[in-house]
Protein backbone atom coordinates (compact mmCIF):
# COMPACT_ATOMS: atom_id res chain seq x y z
CA UNK A 1 0.00 0.00 0.00
CA UNK A 2 0.68 3.66 0.14
CA UNK A 3 1.93 5.52 3.24
CA UNK A 4 4.52 7.86 1.73
CA UNK A 5 6.67 7.67 4.44
CA UNK A 6 3.48 9.23 6.51
CA UNK A 7 3.93 8.33 9.85
CA UNK A 8 0.26 8.03 11.42
CA UNK A 9 -0.97 8.01 14.51
CA UNK A 10 -1.98 4.70 15.13
CA UNK A 11 -5.00 3.11 17.01
CA UNK A 12 -4.40 -0.42 18.04
CA UNK A 13 -7.44 -2.45 19.45
CA UNK A 14 -8.83 -5.84 19.77
CA UNK A 15 -11.04 -7.76 17.31
CA UNK A 16 -14.66 -7.14 18.64
CA UNK A 17 -13.80 -4.10 20.69
CA UNK A 18 -15.49 -0.63 20.03
CA UNK A 19 -12.91 2.10 18.34
CA UNK A 20 -12.83 5.81 18.65
CA UNK A 21 -10.77 7.97 15.82
CA UNK A 22 -10.99 11.44 16.61
CA UNK A 23 -9.76 14.47 14.88
CA UNK A 24 -9.76 18.07 14.78
CA UNK A 25 -10.89 20.44 12.00
CA UNK A 26 -9.58 23.98 11.11
CA UNK A 27 -12.57 26.05 9.51
CA UNK A 28 -15.78 27.00 12.08
CA UNK A 29 -17.83 27.79 8.25
CA UNK A 30 -17.62 24.29 7.80
CA UNK A 31 -21.01 22.82 6.87
CA UNK A 32 -20.41 19.42 5.99
CA UNK A 33 -17.94 16.55 7.46
CA UNK A 34 -16.99 13.09 5.73
CA UNK A 35 -15.02 10.29 7.39
CA UNK A 36 -12.98 8.17 4.89
CA UNK A 37 -11.38 4.52 5.21
CA UNK A 38 -8.47 3.74 3.12
CA UNK A 39 -7.04 0.23 2.44
CA UNK A 40 -3.71 -0.31 0.93
CA UNK A 41 -3.53 0.43 -2.15
CA UNK A 42 -6.78 1.71 -2.82
CA UNK A 43 -7.99 5.64 -2.57
CA UNK A 44 -10.14 6.99 0.32
CA UNK A 45 -13.93 5.24 0.55
CA UNK A 46 -16.65 6.97 2.06
CA UNK A 47 -17.89 5.42 5.25
CA UNK A 48 -20.41 8.22 7.30
CA UNK A 49 -20.76 12.11 6.80
CA UNK A 50 -22.66 14.58 9.01
CA UNK A 51 -23.72 18.02 7.83
CA UNK A 52 -23.07 21.27 10.71
CA UNK A 53 -26.89 21.39 12.02
CA UNK A 54 -26.62 17.40 13.44
CA UNK A 55 -24.22 16.59 16.32
CA UNK A 56 -24.69 13.10 15.62
CA UNK A 57 -25.25 10.26 12.64
CA UNK A 58 -25.38 6.62 13.02
CA UNK A 59 -24.69 3.83 10.18
CA UNK A 60 -23.81 0.64 10.42
CA UNK A 61 -21.86 -0.23 12.84
CA UNK A 62 -20.56 3.26 12.50
CA UNK A 63 -21.72 6.35 14.27
CA UNK A 64 -20.21 9.92 13.67
CA UNK A 65 -19.95 12.57 16.26
CA UNK A 66 -19.47 16.24 15.77
CA UNK A 67 -18.75 19.13 18.39
CA UNK A 68 -18.94 22.57 17.19
CA UNK A 69 -17.78 24.26 20.54
CA UNK A 70 -14.72 22.57 19.83
CA UNK A 71 -14.14 21.46 16.37
CA UNK A 72 -14.23 18.09 16.85
CA UNK A 73 -14.96 15.28 14.99
CA UNK A 74 -15.04 11.54 16.39
CA UNK A 75 -15.77 8.05 14.41
CA UNK A 76 -17.29 5.34 16.64
CA UNK A 77 -16.73 1.85 15.05
CA UNK A 78 -18.70 -0.84 16.84
CA UNK A 79 -17.28 -4.42 17.19
CA UNK A 80 -14.20 -3.76 15.62
CA UNK A 81 -13.48 -6.17 12.91
CA UNK A 82 -9.95 -7.21 11.20
CA UNK A 83 -11.78 -6.01 7.78
CA UNK A 84 -11.44 -2.17 9.77
CA UNK A 85 -8.05 -2.07 9.53
CA UNK A 86 -7.33 0.97 7.37
CA UNK A 87 -6.26 4.44 7.50
CA UNK A 88 -8.93 6.51 8.81
CA UNK A 89 -9.88 10.52 7.13
CA UNK A 90 -11.71 12.72 8.56
CA UNK A 91 -12.34 15.96 5.80
CA UNK A 92 -14.33 18.94 6.08
CA UNK A 93 -16.27 20.80 3.41
CA UNK A 94 -17.40 24.51 3.15
CA UNK A 95 -16.72 25.73 0.01
CA UNK A 96 -19.63 23.17 -2.10
CA UNK A 97 -16.46 21.22 -3.43
CA UNK A 98 -13.08 21.48 -2.18
CA UNK A 99 -12.33 19.23 0.72
CA UNK A 100 -9.87 19.52 3.43
CA UNK A 101 -8.69 16.58 4.92
CA UNK A 102 -7.04 15.88 8.27
CA UNK A 103 -4.08 13.40 8.91
CA UNK A 104 -5.81 10.32 8.95
CA UNK A 105 -5.10 7.90 11.71
CA UNK A 106 -4.31 4.32 11.22
CA UNK A 107 -6.24 1.81 12.94
CA UNK A 108 -4.95 -1.97 13.56
CA UNK A 109 -6.77 -4.68 14.65
CA UNK A 110 -5.68 -7.69 16.35
CA UNK A 111 -7.33 -10.83 16.10
CA UNK B 1 -20.28 0.50 -12.98
CA UNK B 2 -16.80 1.28 -12.90
CA UNK B 3 -15.53 3.49 -10.80
CA UNK B 4 -12.69 6.66 -11.24
CA UNK B 5 -9.56 4.76 -12.86
CA UNK B 6 -6.63 6.08 -13.02
CA UNK B 7 -2.91 5.38 -14.39
CA UNK B 8 0.11 4.63 -14.24
CA UNK B 9 -0.49 3.04 -10.58
CA UNK B 10 3.42 3.84 -9.98
CA UNK B 11 5.55 6.47 -11.63
CA UNK B 12 9.45 6.21 -10.86
CA UNK B 13 11.05 9.45 -12.97
CA UNK B 14 14.33 11.31 -12.55
CA UNK B 15 14.36 14.88 -11.32
CA UNK B 16 13.73 17.28 -14.22
CA UNK B 17 11.23 14.71 -16.10
CA UNK B 18 8.29 15.15 -17.28
CA UNK B 19 5.21 13.01 -15.88
CA UNK B 20 1.76 12.81 -17.23
CA UNK B 21 -0.91 11.21 -15.26
CA UNK B 22 -4.50 10.26 -15.98
CA UNK B 23 -7.72 10.36 -14.87
CA UNK B 24 -11.01 8.72 -16.14
CA UNK B 25 -13.66 9.20 -13.74
CA UNK B 26 -17.03 7.51 -13.43
CA UNK B 27 -19.15 8.05 -16.70
CA UNK B 28 -21.59 11.11 -16.52
CA UNK B 29 -19.63 12.93 -13.35
CA UNK B 30 -19.33 16.17 -14.24
CA UNK B 31 -17.07 17.03 -11.42
CA UNK B 32 -13.54 15.89 -11.41
CA UNK B 33 -10.51 16.38 -8.49
CA UNK B 34 -7.07 15.97 -8.36
CA UNK B 35 -5.39 15.67 -5.05
CA UNK B 36 -1.91 14.83 -3.94
CA UNK B 37 -0.10 13.43 -0.83
CA UNK B 38 3.04 14.03 -0.53
CA UNK B 39 5.80 13.00 1.99
CA UNK B 40 4.49 13.32 5.53
CA UNK B 41 1.52 16.04 4.94
CA UNK B 42 -2.24 15.21 4.49
CA UNK B 43 -4.26 15.06 1.60
CA UNK B 44 -4.77 18.10 0.25
CA UNK B 45 -6.67 19.71 -2.67
CA UNK B 46 -4.97 20.61 -5.85
CA UNK B 47 -8.02 21.56 -8.58
CA UNK B 48 -11.58 21.15 -9.68
CA UNK B 49 -13.04 20.62 -13.24
CA UNK B 50 -16.60 21.32 -13.81
CA UNK B 51 -16.59 19.40 -17.36
CA UNK B 52 -13.82 20.65 -19.17
CA UNK B 53 -13.78 24.52 -17.26
CA UNK B 54 -11.23 24.93 -13.90
CA UNK B 55 -13.71 25.82 -11.47
CA UNK B 56 -10.96 26.34 -8.87
CA UNK B 57 -7.43 25.54 -9.33
CA UNK B 58 -6.07 27.09 -5.82
CA UNK B 59 -4.28 24.17 -4.56
CA UNK B 60 -2.38 24.00 -7.56
CA UNK B 61 1.41 23.97 -6.17
CA UNK B 62 3.27 25.84 -9.14
CA UNK B 63 3.14 26.37 -12.97
CA UNK B 64 4.99 23.28 -13.08
CA UNK B 65 1.83 21.56 -12.94
CA UNK B 66 -1.01 21.70 -15.71
CA UNK B 67 -4.32 20.26 -15.58
CA UNK B 68 -6.37 19.28 -18.08
CA UNK B 69 -9.69 18.12 -19.44
CA UNK B 70 -10.06 18.37 -22.73
CA UNK B 71 -13.50 17.35 -23.94
CA UNK B 72 -15.03 17.33 -20.41
CA UNK B 73 -13.92 13.50 -20.08
CA UNK B 74 -11.05 12.43 -18.61
CA UNK B 75 -8.17 14.67 -17.34
CA UNK B 76 -4.70 14.76 -17.09
CA UNK B 77 -1.93 15.81 -14.68
CA UNK B 78 1.58 17.10 -16.15
CA UNK B 79 4.33 17.75 -14.20
CA UNK B 80 7.45 19.51 -15.96
CA UNK B 81 9.97 19.44 -14.73
CA UNK B 82 9.23 17.24 -11.87
CA UNK B 83 11.08 17.93 -8.63
CA UNK B 84 11.81 15.78 -5.62
CA UNK B 85 9.72 16.83 -3.32
CA UNK B 86 6.98 16.04 -6.06
CA UNK B 87 6.80 12.45 -4.66
CA UNK B 88 3.84 11.50 -3.39
CA UNK B 89 0.14 9.90 -4.08
CA UNK B 90 -1.90 11.65 -6.91
CA UNK B 91 -5.34 11.29 -6.27
CA UNK B 92 -8.50 12.19 -8.52
CA UNK B 93 -12.09 11.88 -7.82
CA UNK B 94 -15.87 12.75 -9.72
CA UNK B 95 -18.85 13.52 -8.55
CA UNK B 96 -22.05 14.33 -10.11
CA UNK B 97 -24.07 17.23 -9.17
CA UNK B 98 -24.32 21.02 -9.20
CA UNK B 99 -20.47 23.26 -8.54
CA UNK B 100 -21.18 24.60 -5.43
CA UNK B 101 -23.33 21.68 -3.41
CA UNK B 102 -21.48 19.08 -2.12
CA UNK B 103 -21.95 15.60 -3.68
CA UNK B 104 -20.44 12.86 -2.97
CA UNK B 105 -16.80 12.55 -4.15
CA UNK B 106 -15.53 8.91 -5.66
CA UNK B 107 -11.89 8.19 -5.01
CA UNK B 108 -10.02 6.63 -7.49
CA UNK B 109 -6.60 4.10 -6.26
CA UNK B 110 -4.10 6.87 -6.80
CA UNK B 111 -1.22 7.03 -8.78
CA UNK B 112 2.17 6.79 -6.49
CA UNK B 113 4.59 9.47 -8.14
CA UNK B 114 8.22 8.79 -6.89
CA UNK B 115 10.86 11.39 -7.94
CA UNK B 116 14.56 10.01 -8.01
Known amino acids: GESVGLHLPTLSVQEGDNSIINCAYSNSASDYFIWYKQESGKGPQFIIDIRSNMDKRQGQRVTVLLNKTVKHLSLQIAATQPGDSAVYFC??????????FGGGTRLMVKP | EAGVTQFPSHSVIEKGQTVTLRCDPI?????LYWYRRVMGKEIKFLLH????????ESGMPNNRFLAERTGGTYSTLKVQPAELEDSGVYFCASSQGLAGVYNEQFFGPGTRLTVL
Open chain 1, 91 to 100: AENNAGNMLT
Open chain 2, 49 to 56: FVKESKQD
Open chain 2, 27 to 31: SGHDN
